[in-house]
């Protein structure tokens, strides 16, 4: 095999006998680690091009898998004695004279984004957690807590930096390699590395209403009924989630209400009254913050202390129907009764929806345009052998949620890729639907030999 080192790449480049190769295929779950070969950590597009030459010119060829910020809990981000394009060390963020737009590469994590856009007061549609990654999270399609008002990432992108599968650094956008571009909006890390994205900057939120309250059990009809109200009224600026979780110290199984509301204080508290007056919370930790920053750290006490492994898989679905919460909700207490895995938690997220619908299914690859809520099932435990029965409890949960809501809507809903489980439990026609077949084309246009084999792999149209 030839030696790495004589290829010129600048960043660093760690290996199985480097002090810091633990470190390097470490993720966000202990389910997601694998032991490549090499992780490279590149500087620049030519490092990018010169790691993907490398393993090209082995024989046979390494897999190359691409990592962002590592937090799907599949094995997407890294590879078994391949080679890693560890993007972490290239997250520099820069943002346009006239303030509208603003290009942040690849590596970068929303948090470190936020941060540096509170500068010049200006949000990006970006994850609602601050360690999640740009690249991941953007080529998926991007739900955020902004989607209400401005749509999904993938909306809100307007040029990418990618470099192909032969090693060249193309410009995408509407105006130059739009097919390329058409398919990056939605189809994941299928056609090259996005190493920079060029995203529209809005002005800055000037206070969020966060937190959450904690409700008993019994309380779950109620809270359904004062939603649905909520939710027939609420603003562009208002998300939220209702969450099945065992709340420690005990883990007795509780109701939570986690807010997201712009607006004064004022007028964000009010909007929730309901919830603290009609039905009475056991717990309640409000908090009006100043920035997205401070919102992507909302979450931080809750997910404190998580066990190494985590699971989680998404569905999509047209309405609040209450037997169908129900009914989940009474499958989740019975999963969550096994000790390791009473960490579980059930997540339904109520916002706006209209932004991102109006925007027709084949405008980008991102193909979940129908009028939708999602629901997001995420297992945490510590010992491997929990990790069979949650994929299938998850997958049980999902194809349940699904097929109701095909029965209910008459209409089948694609899977977002951001919240997929993995490739051996989702299919491609699942995530793009109607979208594949030019997908297809675009993969044998970019990459016709499939050197980008990680994830939810396109097949490339036949030639010929």
Request: hydrophobic letters at 40%; aromatic letters at 10%.
């Amino acid at each position: 095999m030839a030696d790495i080192t004589t290829y010129g790449i600048q960043g660093l480049i760690v290996t199985p006998t480097s002090q810091e190769y633990n470190g390097a295929i470490a993720r966000h779950s202990a389910t997601s680690v694998l032991r490549p070969a090499y992780v490279v950590y590149p500087t620049s597009t030519g490092d990018i091009s010169l790691a993907i030459k490398f393993a090209l010119d082995q024989s046979p060829p390494l897999q190359i898998a691409i990592k962002s910020g590592g937090c799907h809990s599949s094995t997407n981000s890294s590879t078994e004695g391949g080679v890693v394009i560890d993007l972490s060390h290239y997250k520099a963020l820069k943002v346009s004279g006239d303030k509208q737009t603003v290009t942040v590469q690849g590596g970068a994590i929303w948090g470190d984004v936020y941060t540096e856009l509170e500068k010049h007061n200006l949000v990006v549609v970006g994850g609602n957690v601050w360690f999640v990654g740009v690249g991941g999270f953007i080529t998926g399609g991007g739900h955020s807590h902004l989607s209400g008002a401005l749509g999904l990432a993938v909306d809100n992108l307007v040029g990418a930096t990618v470099v192909l599968a032969d090693g060249r650094v193309v410009q995408c956008s509407d105006a130059e390699e739009a097919d390329l571009f058409w398919a990056i909006r939605g189809g994941g890390g299928q056609f090259g590395v996005v190493a920079e994205f060029v995203l529209k900057a809005h002005p800055a939120r000037a206070s969020t209403l966060v937190g959450a309250l904690a409700y008993p059990a019994e309380e779950l009809p109620k809270i359904l009924e004062l939603l649905k109200e909520h939710i027939k009224t609420q603003s562009t600026g208002s998300k939220l989630v209702l969450c099945f979780a065992r709340s420690p110290v005990n883990f007795q199984p509780s109701i939570l209400l986690l807010p997201y509301v712009e607006g004064t204080p004022k007028d964000s508290e009010t909007s929730i009254d309901k919830f603290r007056t009609e039905v009475q919370p056991v717990f309640e930790q409000l908090d009006h913050v100043p920035s997205f920053t401070a919102v992507s750290h909302a979450s931080d006490s809750f997910l404190a202390n998580s066990p190494p492994r985590s699971i989680f898989g998404g569905v999509a679905f047209g309405e609040l129907w209450d037997d169908i919460i129900t009914r989940v909700y009474g499958e989740w207490v019975e999963f969550t009764e096994n000790e390791d895995r009473k960490e579980a938690m059930v997540m339904w997220e109520f916002g706006v929806r209209d932004k991102i619908s109006e925007i027709p299914s084949t405008q980008t690859a991102y193909a979940l345009r129908d009028p939708h809520y999602y629901a997001v099932f995420s297992g945490r435990h510590t010992q491997a052998d929990s990790d069979l029965p949650t994929r299938e409890w998850i997958k049980k949960m999902i194809t349940y949620v699904s097929a109701e809501n095909t029965k209910r809507t008459g209409k089948v809903f694609r899977t977002q890729m951001n919240f997929a489980m993995g490739p051996e439990y989702t299919s491609v026609e699942d995530i793009f639907g109607d979208n594949l077949e030019r997908l297809r084309k675009v993969k044998a246009k970019y990459d016709p030999t499939k050197v980008w084999n990680k994830g939810w792999v396109i097949e490339p149209e036949a030639s010929g």
